[in-house]
């Protein structure tokens, strides 16, 4: 096949000779570094004599051939693999610029991948990518992995249809060793192929497909040509990154349906299209006057700056970012164990001190996923996906055990939520009291951590204020701060010392309560530096001051031992309990219908949730744990919460981003389920039988 003569004597012809379908076929003319130029695509539908003639016919008339659609000579660690069909069709063209791309195409992937990085910011940390052809992606996965161990190379599949992935660079690297030696003899080839039509190989057929599927569907990331992605379901390629090339229109609308999440398109563009990196790498050699071996670094970024090429970063459907996080949960008591299969039956069956044994035996078991978690979703477009992760250990076993027993088991955990791809963990109830809350576990982790303690603090007293105004007991000062007294039991704690520094800025007096008294004294001293004028009071406990208290806010880490007499409490007082397990038992709270006793601040997260039960109603999340799924949302893949002293800034800031993202403070709730506007009105009736009639209000704080 013969090109037509070119228009100008300065014109320059570039053939791509395609492996491709020849439906694709194309003519255009362009200019391009000041040259005009022809480019003309032969497809020749996989067929490599056809190939190898319209080279013959072509080569006199191109200044420089591209070959498309056909294996690059890959470099995979030391491996030099020559595919001899593109070996043999550059020889074909020995006196002219021949070139698959290779050499762009590696600067176009890995620039991509760090563009991306840089760009989102931690996309791509502790991803699971998957690899349809890892040998062709060397670059692309050399480049990743800078930010994820989590890499999967298909290679198995797509060779020799072994259902088995290679998870590691150094795998790839081992198998190419191996196998390059076989891959491209003809006898291997046709042994190969023999054993793929046997009926043995056939009935495994759907094992290895299946096996390959469940890949897809596990992955974050799949690196990948668009026509090897055509085999795929849209629910296995729901909420996917695809990094591939030359994506049109048409590849686009397909994505869209599919509903690929975001597309990295490393493709050049000429004329408003996407061009093979085989045309443009011809093109540089035609406009330079050199072989592609003879273009160095410097030829390529002269080009890519002066054209202002760059990745494309696509979403089909939309703006929509998938996140992911882990967060740690254990047991409260030994009565969560008994909800568990075999448990529950053991328990059923056995006396106390079998249960007791249980409860020091599951303190030993390694961690596990209790529930996957998705369906969260952003007003912003923001989603998150993620894992609770179960430790054994009730609060009475972490704490008989010194902190190394519980700090190794989170470290499991977090070893655990790396290899899931999550890119931030957060700790749950226990697990983020023990030591030094959190600080030596993030020091040792492979990803950041929070313990959750800011947005705790934030929901605490979000709670709190909303059930005061429902209450309607405490009017507004002249200063702007709620006219009445607040105490917090527990102020030296992470939360508690955080409530104290708030509450100080909000209400006229606060009482701080803490059996510690050179913190308390440290910790008043901070708060009147923070909020000069703030009247703060200290004691040793709670008790002496009880009677006086409008506000009560507990939060200690006294696993079950009672803190306060509720008998003691005036009646309407709001008392907002954060510990876990809770400071107020049931049987006091049940003493005192005149005393709004809640259980801390949960948070509505946004979205359809699905997550296994947590004890609490659909869609509903401690805030700890909403702190870890904020962070997620945010892309705040960072050490945010951890020690005993929380920054209020930090409390003020996760409080403002939980807005951003569409948390809401949940249905106020106590030991007894949520609170109806009948149980306030029922609070109210029985505060003022109890007091005497006072003057109501319903006015807020600013």
Request: aromatic share 8%; no cysteine; proline share 6%.
């Given at each position: 096949?013969?090109?037509?003569?070119?228009?100008?004597?300065?014109?320059?012809?570039?053939?791509?000779?395609?492996?491709?379908?020849?439906?694709?076929?194309?003519?255009?003319?362009?200019?391009?570094?000041?040259?005009?130029?022809?480019?003309?695509?032969?497809?020749?539908?996989?067929?490599?004599?056809?190939?190898?003639?319209?080279?013959?016919?072509?080569?006199?008339?191109?200044?420089?051939?591209?070959?498309?659609?056909?294996?690059?000579?890959?470099?995979v660690g030391r491996e030099q693999i020559v595919h001899p069909n593109t070996a043999r069709l550059e020889a074909c063209v020995p006196d002219k610029p021949v070139t698959t791309g290779a050499g762009l195409r590696g600067i176009l992937q890995e620039w991509a991948i760090?563009?991306?990085?840089?760009?989102?910011?931690?996309?791509?940390?502790?991803?699971?990518?998957?690899?349809m052809n890892g040998q062709a992606s060397y670059r692309i996965a050399r480049s990743l992995s800078e930010h994820t161990d989590n890499l999967f190379f298909a290679d198995p599949f797509t060779d020799f249809g072994v259902p088995r992935l290679l998870t590691s660079l150094n795998q790839l690297e081992t198998y190419s060793s191996l196998t390059a030696p076989l891959m491209f003899r003809p006898a291997a080839v046709k042994t190969i192929e023999a054993i793929m039509k046997t009926p043995l190989y056939r009935l495994g057929e759907g094992l290895v497909k299946g096996s390959l599927h469940k890949a897809v569907s596990e992955a974050h990331v799949i690196v990948s040509t668009i026509d090897d992605l055509a085999q795929f379901s849209q629910k296995e390629l729901d909420g996917k990154t695809v990094i591939t090339s030359r994506v049109t229109d048409s590849a686009l609308e397909w994505m869209r349906a599919s509903r690929v999440a975001m597309v990295v398109d490393?493709?050049?563009?000429?004329?408003?299209?996407?061009?093979?990196?085989?045309?443009?790498?011809?093109?540089?050699?035609?406009?330079?006057?050199?072989?592609?071996?003879?273009?160095?670094?410097?030829?390529?970024?002269?080009?890519?700056?002066?054209?202002?090429?760059?990745?494309?970063?696509?979403?089909?459907?939309?703006?929509?970012?998938?996140?992911?996080?882990?967060?740690?949960?254990?047991?409260?008591?030994?009565?969560?164990?008994?909800?568990?299969?075999?448990?529950?039956?053991?328990?059923?069956?056995?006396?106390?001190?079998?249960?007791?044994?249980?409860?020091?035996?599951?303190?030993?078991?390694p961690p596990f996923i209790y529930s996957k978690v998705s369906g969260i979703k952003s007003p912003t477009g923001d989603e998150v996906e993620g894992w609770l992760i179960t430790v054994g250990g009730t609060p009475k076993e972490i704490m008989s055990h010194d902190p190394e027993f519980t700090y190794a088991r989170l470290l499991q955990a977090a070893e655990l939520a790396k290899k899931l791809g999550a890119q931030i963990m957060g700790l749950g109830a226990f697990t983020k009291v023990v030591g030094d809350a959190g600080i030596t576990v993030a020091k040792r982790a492979p990803l950041p951590i929070t313990t959750g303690n800011s947005y705790s603090a934030s929901g605490a007293l979000w709670a709190a204020h909303d059930a005061m105004q429902r209450v309607g007991r405490i009017a507004i000062g002249p200063s702007g701060k709620a006219a009445g007294k607040a105490m917090v039991v527990g102020a030296t704690g992470a939360i508690g010392s955080v409530c104290a520094r708030l509450l100080a800025?909000?209400?006229?007096?606060?009482?701080?309560?803490?059996?510690?008294?050179?913190?308390?004294?440290?910790?008043?001293?901070?708060?009147l530096q923070e909020t000069p004028g703030a009247i703060v009071h200290v004691a040793g406990g709670a008790d002496k001051d009880l009677a006086k208290m409008d506000m009560i806010v507990t939060a200690t880490s006294g696993a079950g031992k009672r803190i306060l007499d509720i008998m003691k409490v005036k009646p309407g007082c709001v008392i907002t309990d954060v510990a876990r397990p809770l400071d107020i038992p049931p049987e006091d709270v049940a003493k005192r219908p005149d005393v709004l006793v809640i259980e801390s601040g949960e948070i509505q997260l946004p979205g359809e949730v699905h997550m296994k039960d947590i004890g609490l109603p659909r869609g509903i999340a401690y805030a700890c744990l909403a702190e870890t799924i904020v962070l997620t949302l945010e892309a705040r893949f960072e050490n945010f919460?951890?020690?005993?002293?929380?920054?209020?800034?930090?409390?003020?800031?996760?409080?403002?981003?939980?807005?951003?993202?569409?948390?809401?403070?949940?249905?106020?709730?106590?030991?007894?389920?949520?609170?109806t506007e009948e149980d306030f009105e029922r609070v109210r009736s029985l505060a003022v039988k109890e007091e005497g009639p006072q003057r109501m209000s319903v006015r807020t704080s600013a």
């Open positions: 096949m013969a090109t037509e003569k070119k228009e100008s004597p300065n014109m320059k012809t570039i053939v791509s000779v395609s492996q491709g379908s020849s439906e694709s076929d194309y003519q255009m003319d362009t200019r391009f570094l000041g040259t005009p130029f022809r480019i003309i695509r032969i497809g020749t539908d996989g067929d490599i004599d056809r190939a190898e003639k319209v080279l013959e016919s072509v080569h006199a008339q191109a200044d420089a051939i591209g070959l498309s659609m056909i294996h690059d000579h890959y470099q760090r563009h991306t990085q840089s760009e989102l910011g931690h996309f791509f940390d502790n991803a699971r990518v998957l690899f490393y493709s050049p563009w000429l004329e408003d299209r996407p061009i093979g990196v085989n045309v443009m790498d011809a093109m540089i050699s035609a406009s330079l006057s050199r072989t592609p071996e003879q273009l160095g670094p410097d030829d390529y970024l002269d080009v890519i700056q002066s054209l202002g090429i760059e990745p494309r970063i696509l979403y089909p459907n939309g703006y929509r970012r998938v996140n992911r996080f882990a967060f740690v949960i254990h047991p409260l008591s030994q009565q969560y164990l008994t909800k568990t299969s075999p448990l529950d039956w053991i328990a059923s069956v056995s006396p106390p001190m079998v249960m007791n044994l249980v409860e020091k035996a599951v303190a030993y078991t800025k909000a209400v006229d007096e606060v009482y701080l309560a803490a059996p510690e008294p050179a913190k308390l004294l440290a910790l008043k001293e901070s708060i919460t951890l020690g005993r002293n929380i920054e209020w800034e930090k409390v003020r800031e996760i409080y403002k981003l939980g807005l951003k993202h569409g948390m809401k403070l949940a249905a106020i709730s106590g030991v007894n389920g949520t609170f």
